[in-house]
């Protein structure tokens, strides 16, 4: 079975600073490994994935992650916070196995910008 | 906006009572994903289909029931509700089934059972 764990339920970073949201996987074969966000009110937007390839992934509004198979690590960066990032964040790992392609997710980071 | 569109937004019911909530996927979308999310459980995976045929199953009770129609738009059926069906429900969809697809959401429906 796969699980994600997201490090921290809530985390709060000034303005300007280094964004940094962790996620750790659990999978017995290679991971699809994505992370969504959610804005109050509003459903799930994709902000970057991984499948195969190159494991420094960008995303959109400036987010990237790394995919490190040794850590079983796909934490999220940002290297500069802007207010519009205030949103809860979700890591989750996509099921690799045909006939059930769920996506299950960690427990989410509410993500916190302090002016 | 995902494309993906979840009708109604809202829904104030009563125990006992049955809903159903609608998803027209992204055009050309053929693979529909329900979810729930909730304080306690969090974001959990309910159901899967895949050109009209149910492909997977999580964690859907049996009163809950789902299909996906041949205009490819998909409804969930809650039935005999209890409290703690209140919950925002998804609808997600990818143009193909596979682990590495992109699945679109909607902007759920935000169900209250009183």
């Known amino acids: 079975a796969q699980s994600v764990t997201q490090l921290g339920s809530h985390v709060s970073v000034s303005e300007g600073a280094l964004v940094l949201l962790r996620c750790n996987y659990s999978s017995s074969v290679p991971p699809y490994l994505f992370w969504y966000v959610q804005y109050p009110n509003q459903g799930l937007q994709l902000l970057l994935k991984y499948t195969t390839g190159a494991t420094l992934v960008k995303g959109i509004n400036g987010f990237e992650a790394e995919f490190k198979k040794s850590e079983t690590s796909f934490h999220l960066t940002k290297p500069s916070a802007h207010m519009s990032d205030a949103a809860e964040y979700f890591c989750?790992?996509?099921?690799?196995?045909?006939?059930?392609?769920?996506?299950?997710f960690g427990t989410g980071t509410r993500l916190t910008i302090i002016p | 906006d995902s494309g993906v569109t979840q009708t109604p937004k809202h829904l104030i019911t009563a125990t006992g009572q049955r809903v159903t909530l609608r998803c027209s996927p992204r055009?050309?979308?053929?693979?529909v994903y329900w979810y729930q999310q909730s304080l306690d459980q969090g974001l959990q995976f309910l159901i899967q289909y895949y050109n009209g045929e149910e492909r997977a199953k999580g964690n859907i009770l049996e009163r809950f029931s789902a299909q996906q129609f041949p205009d490819l738009h998909s409804e969930l059926n809650l039935s005999s509700l209890e409290l703690g069906d209140s919950a925002l429900y998804f609808c997600?969809?990818?143009?193909?089934?596979?682990?590495?697809?992109?699945?679109?959401f909607g902007p759920g429906t935000r169900l209250l059972v009183l």
């Open positions: 997600a969809s990818s143009v193909a089934p596979g682990g590495r697809e992109t699945q679109y």
């Open positions: 055009s050309g979308d053929l693979s």
């Open positions: 989750a790992v996509g099921s690799p196995f045909l006939g059930n392609e769920k996506l299950t």
